[in-house]
């Protein structure tokens, strides 16, 4: 397991051009009833089937630069609390353009902040288990990281995360091999 699996990618893709699509028309409701369609979840943040290589091979290069530089559409994960704000460590918005063609962060309620009140905010195409308690999504992709023995509450808290539909993804045991 070198990569992250290819179906769950090709899902998420889907999904970042569905957002990016709404983001452009500035579809504000729709764009935030698609950011609550689909998420990816794992057990660890490192590796290949880790959330920060999922976001790797969605985002590429723009992982590394500021948030006002990700694709718009992206999912934007707020990491600290900003009551002034309305706003809560955990909440996600979605990257969107503002009028003078930088960037904002649309949150639910309809609420546009600055990139540079978030601070250190990081892409959501793909969450922790743990950082996912307390949300709900349509349909969500579970990747069961190689080496990692099933935890029953780990599993039962990410399966649960799905509204509609949940897909569980773990590597193949390599084929024995013959001499």
Do not use: C, M
Request: charged share 20%; glycine share 12%; proline share 9%.
């Amino acid at each position: 397991g070198g990569r992250p699996p290819a179906e769950a990618l090709d899902r998420l893709r889907e999904h970042q051009q569905r957002l990016a699509a709404l983001a452009k028309e500035r579809q504000s409701e729709a764009l935030l009833a698609e950011l609550e369609r689909l998420i990816l979840l794992s057990p660890i943040r490192q590796g290949p089937w880790g959330v920060e290589g999922v976001q790797r091979a969605l985002l590429g290069d723009a992982l590394a630069g500021p948030l006002q530089r990700w694709p718009l559409g992206t999912p934007v994960l707020n990491r600290r609390n900003l009551p002034e704000q309305g706003l809560a460590n955990g909440d996600i918005g979605v990257l969107v353009a503002g009028d003078d063609g930088g960037r904002l962060v649309l949150f639910p309620g309809g609420r546009l902040l600055h990139p540079a009140r978030l601070g250190a905010a990081e892409p959501a195409l793909a969450l922790t288990v743990h950082k996912a308690q307390g949300s709900q999504y349509g349909e969500l992709l579970l990747l069961l990281p190689p080496g990692r023995h099933l935890d029953a509450r780990l599993l039962y808290t990410g399966l649960t995360r799905a509204r509609q539909r949940a897909r569980l993804y773990t590597p193949l045991a390599p084929a024995a091999r013959t001499p």
